[in-house]
């Protein structure tokens, strides 16, 4: 999110809180008194955890401006004009705005590969020898890996296994 300090004195913002709908689908961690200089312009990032899947709309925005004054925005937009119709074509008809929903899916493996001992390049006929590093920094556990090569390729895999 970006807050834009459009006066000529410094200004904070504070109790920042996002809504969103279902309500229960994100735990959002609270941010600190945010101070913007004047006329300064901050990307402030709220840091969120889902909960559960579900599909959520970010709908808007609240804040206390100097402390005291609650404001809330709405960050919900228009969405794209529709000319499948007539009447569309006609009368401006506008379609439902989907820039702030976010679909949460279930928690999956991350998985970090690298290559090591890998020549930049490999002839035609040309054996080399590599090693393939997988590393799993989710926290769901890995059913099957596998490797898909072409068909000019001859691959034999070794598995050595070394945690760390």
Not at 46 to 72: D, L, M, N
Not at 94 to 113: A, F, M, T
Not at 129 to 134: D, N, S
Request: proline share 7%.
């Amino acid at each position: 999110m970006t807050a834009t300090n459009p006066l000529n004195a410094p200004l904070v913002l504070s109790d920042l809180a996002i809504k969103t709908s279902p309500a229960d689908a994100l735990t959002i961690t609270a941010v600190d008194d945010i101070e913007l200089e004047p006329y300064e312009s901050r990307i402030i990032s709220i840091p969120v955890v889902a909960s559960k899947t579900a599909t959520v709309t970010i709908s808007s925005v609240s804040f206390s401006f100097h402390r005291f004054f609650p404001c809330e925005q709405s960050l919900e937009q228009r969405g794209k004009r529709l000319h499948a119709t007539k009447a569309q074509r006609i009368t401006p008809t506008y379609g439902k705005d989907n820039s702030l929903v976010v679909e949460i899916g279930q928690p999956r493996p991350i998985l970090c590969i690298e290559w090591e001992t890998l020549p930049d390049e490999v002839y035609a006929g040309e054996q080399v020898q590599a090693k393939l590093r997988i590393r799993n920094a989710g926290k769901v556990a890995v059913d099957n890996v596998q490797l898909a090569t072409s068909d000019q390729v001859i691959t034999i895999l070794d598995s050595e296994f070394s945690p760390g």
